[in-house]
């Protein structure tokens, strides 16, 4: 196992980069820490694969360096890092039993014979795949091909790192639960430093210790899920991770007290924003419904029961807001406002979040 530092690194696919949109991968700087579980979390094309792809020595990045543990191996071809790495579809040896091709990685490294069997019929049973073991990979179905791979890559117990490229695309919805929570007593039994790359938020923030939220090319967060759902660094972390997502509105910010809508509302401590398009994000979680006619103006658009609560969807200015309210509320039809809870309260400028006066850092 081992840690891995990214160093001034970013990459373009251009030949002659001419300005940083022409970069697939901007600046990074970045230690992944050994041992633990990241899952790289954000939309299609925002540069994921290309990080990881960079890890494991696939590509070679435009500029800067990765440490394995304070050794250069920016330039040092995949098979000398020692990694395991499983993509989205499966690479499988077809004419190979399930048996031989879990056993591979380890038959390569000349492990002996006797813990290549226990260590396969072990990788085979956490995969579901006990009973097919001896059968040919031909013919298998994309699925269980899949958790093949998915195998092979965690068969090795020696690596230093385990990387996942959205291992469970072609995994049918229950065995995704399953295979991931497989993955995580796999992480918790041998403590292997794993990176699980991902656009689910469900899937990150219940795989991993740490989510690395990337948005366009940037890593623009990296936070337990509870420092991501309290305190979103950027507004698209905010939007992405949530279910709604935070809302955002745009503000004028003075000291404790913003004005939204043509309305004060007190923030719960002061701010200092240096300039630039100032906003503050509020999660459906921190919104209250009132109908005595304080708070922001909103009106009622729709309600949306989902089981657990409910989504109420308003209207403030003209803008879509969504609130949350628990299952036995009644969402009074008198509703003509909206308050927000001092502590689910973020401010950002340009898109960043503004540390509030004398919060820590
Ligand atoms: P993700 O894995 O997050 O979906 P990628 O890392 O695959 O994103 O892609 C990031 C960006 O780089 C995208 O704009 C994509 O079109 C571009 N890109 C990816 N691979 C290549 C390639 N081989 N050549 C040129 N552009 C690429
Ligand atoms: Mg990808």
Redesign the pocket.
């Known amino acids: 196992m081992a840690k891995i530092t990214l160093d001034n690194l970013a990459h373009s696919?251009f030949p002659t980069p001419k300005s940083e949109d022409d970069f697939?991968l901007k600046e990074l700087n970045h230690d992944w820490v050994d041992g633990e579980a990241y899952a790289l979390l954000?939309a299609?094309?925002?540069?994921?694969?290309?990080l990881l792809n960079i890890i494991s020595g696939l590509l070679h990045p435009s500029q800067g360096r990765i440490l394995f543990d304070d050794q250069d191996v920016t330039h040092a071809p995949t098979a000398e890092r020692n990694i395991a790495q499983v993509f989205q579809f499966p690479v499988v040896y077809d004419t190979m039993t399930v048996r031989d091709n879990l056993a591979f990685p380890l038959r390569n490294r000349g492990a002996d014979a006797s813990y290549i069997a226990s260590r396969v019929q072990q990788i085979g049973k956490m995969i579901g795949m006990e009973a097919e073991l001896d059968r040919k990979a031909r013919g298998l179905t994309a699925d269980a091909k899949q958790k093949i791979s998915l195998g092979r890559g965690m068969v090795r117990e020696d690596v230093n790192a385990l990387l996942f490229d959205e291992p469970l695309t072609v995994i049918d919805p229950h065995m995704k639960w399953e295979l991931r929570t497989q993955l995580k007593s796999l992480h918790h039994e041998f403590g292997h430093t794993m990176i699980y790359?991902t656009h689910d938020q469900t899937e990150a923030l219940t795989f991993a210790d740490k989510v690395v939220v990337?948005y366009d090319?940037r890593v623009v967060q990296i936070g337990t899920p509870q420092e991501l759902f309290e305190r979103p660094a950027h507004t698209f972390v905010g939007y992405f991770i949530g279910s709604p997502g935070m809302n955002v509105f745009d503000a004028q910010i003075d000291g404790a007290t913003a004005q939204i809508a043509g309305t004060e509302v007190a923030l719960g401590a002061g701010y200092t924003p240096k300039g630039g398009k100032l906003q503050v994000g509020v999660r459906p979680e921190f919104i209250r419904l009132t109908s005595d006619g304080t708070g922001v103006p909103a009106s009622v658009r729709r309600v949306e029961d989902v089981g657990r609560h409910k989504i109420v969807r308003l209207d403030v200015a003209g803008r879509e807001v969504s609130a949350i309210a628990g299952e036995d509320d009644a969402v009074s039809t008198d509703t003509n406002g909206i308050t927000f809870d001092p502590k689910g309260i973020n401010v950002y400028a340009d898109d960043w979040r503004v540390a509030a006066e004398g919060e820590a850092a």
Not at 44 to 50: F, L, P
Request: glycine share 30%; hydrophobic share 25%; aromatic share 8%.
């Open positions: 696919y697939a954000g299609s094309g925002c540069g994921k694969s290309t790359v990337m090319g």
